[in-house]
């Protein structure tokens, strides 16, 4: 079966790093794009990054844009969210999702839940002094 599974997460003191990872299987991973989105209390799901199956293409939201890279190693199944300059606002629990549908996301068309179909359970980064 789909499964999608991200770990990395953790406590980070403002201007620390992470690196997140999504390791997938049950499916070719070089078929697809995967995208990070990322979940805070109370507020929407919003996205935070995307790469093209070839890895040749990516997109990050203004928010996280010169300090979040996505990458990717389709030989190990896994694709990676290196967070920099780690803000208390990038607080939230992060996903990892498959996207299956609906065009590149740029700045005027941001990343929707809705084109990507199977997730992970999250993995929870806090930011904090």
């Known amino acids: 079966q789909v499964q999608l599974v991200e770990s990395g997460g953790g406590l980070v003191q403002p201007g620390g790093s992470l690196r997140l990872s999504c390791t997938t299987s049950?499916?070719?991973?070089?078929?697809?794009?995967i995208g990070w989105f990322r979940q805070a209390p109370e507020k929407e799901r919003e996205g935070v990054s995307c790469?093209?199956?070839?890895?040749?293409?990516?997109f990050s939201a203004d928010s996280v844009k010169g300090r979040f890279t996505i990458s990717r190693d389709n030989a190990k199944n896994t694709v990676y969210l290196q967070m920099n300059s780690l803000k208390p606002e990038d607080t939230a629990v992060y996903y990892c999702?498959?996207?299956?549908?609906?065009?590149?996301?740029?700045?005027?068309?941001?990343?929707?839940?809705?084109?990507?179909?199977?997730w992970g359970q999250g993995t929870r980064v806090t930011v904090s002094s």
């Open positions: 999702a498959r996207k299956v549908v609906g065009s590149w996301p740029n700045d005027y068309r941001p990343m929707r839940t809705t084109d990507f179909d199977y």
């Open positions: 790469i093209s199956s070839s890895g040749r293409g990516t």
């Open positions: 049950g499916f070719s991973l070089d078929d697809y794009a």
